[in-house]
């Protein structure tokens, strides 16, 4: 029963291709039973627009109005495609500082979502994963040191966890993309390795499921995020976890699964978590959405893995 709870579109995301529908359509076309929409909240500061955005003449109001859009065209698709495949409507937040809490607080309300993945994709205020240029920037206000960097990393991770104890942590380890070894193990650094598991044990705490993200495959690292270390801590704290291809473009969708369904299982990972819309929620901000589970024996006899999908794309 392959499922992605994480995904862009081109037409709501300025470094994504395809419409939201074509998004759809693909993931129908690789018979995936559950998809969830979660373009990028909306930030409200112009301090915080990414290059491409300047570039492209956006203000936080034409974002937050191109927000409000894929909502409303999210809904459409929800309901035009019901009958095919379980759509799920999110947002993927972004943590910057502890006042985008209230930022998020507002969107929950605003909108009826069924879900968000909460990600950290900034440090001292500065993006870590755009491109290297600005990775080096945030290095920077951390001492210099990749060390450093990530230590802060997770600790920006842990206060978006306890402010807001995202249902799906996004790409957990997200901070090794752009840093000197990408490959490398997280415990030579004790202090790095105590914040992973303090936050892993957070997650596990409240409920949260940690997302296997198939996109660090198609960037070039050898494991999904997060990597296997990390996956057989969170095993530890009896954690659980979801797929996601955060796909950004329809050659995306459903991308390396194969791998990733091998990692899990090398990683000791019995079983796998989707949401879907019913009756017996977990979370009460979200009371139309109930968690459910697959073995992963049963998940690999799911006809999604007969058809036939590419086998790599760009970033």
Request: proline share 5%; net charge negative.
């Amino acid at each position: 029963m392959p499922f992605s709870h994480h995904s862009h579109s081109g037409q709501f995301c300025g470094h994504a291709t395809n419409t939201l529908e074509e998004m759809v359509q693909a993931a129908i076309a690789c018979n995936m039973t559950v998809f969830a929409m979660t373009e990028h909240m909306p930030r409200d500061m112009e301090e915080d627009l990414y290059p491409e955005e300047v570039e492209s003449d956006m203000t936080p109001e034409k974002i937050m109005a191109l927000f409000d859009a894929y909502y409303h065209e999210a809904v459409r698709l929800r309901d035009l495609y019901a009958s095919q495949i379980k759509i799920l409507i999110g947002v993927e937040i972004d943590w910057i500082r502890p006042s985008s809490q209230q930022l998020v607080e507002g969107l929950l309300k605003q909108y009826q979502f069924d879900l968000f993945v909460g990600s950290v994709h900034h440090v001292h205020t500065i993006p870590i994963d755009y491109y290297e240029p600005l990775y080096v920037k945030a290095r920077d206000q951390s001492g210099g040191t990749d060390r450093q960097l990530f230590k802060d990393y997770f600790d920006a991770q842990y206060e978006m966890l306890k402010a807001l104890k995202p249902p799906i942590v996004g790409h957990f380890d997200l901070i090794r993309l752009q840093s000197d070894d990408l490959e490398r193990s997280f415990d030579q650094w004790p202090e790095v390795w105590r914040a992973i598991e303090r936050n892993l044990e957070f997650i596990a705490g409240y409920g949260g499921l940690l997302e296997l993200n198939s996109a660090s495959l198609r960037k070039g690292m050898s494991e999904p995020y997060p990597k296997a270390e990390i996956c057989k801590a969170f095993l530890e704290h009896g954690g659980q976890f979801t797929l996601s291809d955060d796909s950004h473009g329809t050659d995306q969708v459903g991308l390396n699964y194969e791998r990733v369904l091998s990692f899990v299982e090398e990683a000791g990972i019995k079983e796998l978590q989707f949401c879907e819309r019913g009756s017996n929620t977990a979370d009460v901000r979200f009371p139309e959405v109930s968690p459910s589970s697959i073995s992963v024996v049963d998940c690999k006899r799911h006809k999604f893995w007969d058809t036939k999908r590419p086998t790599n794309a760009g970033s």
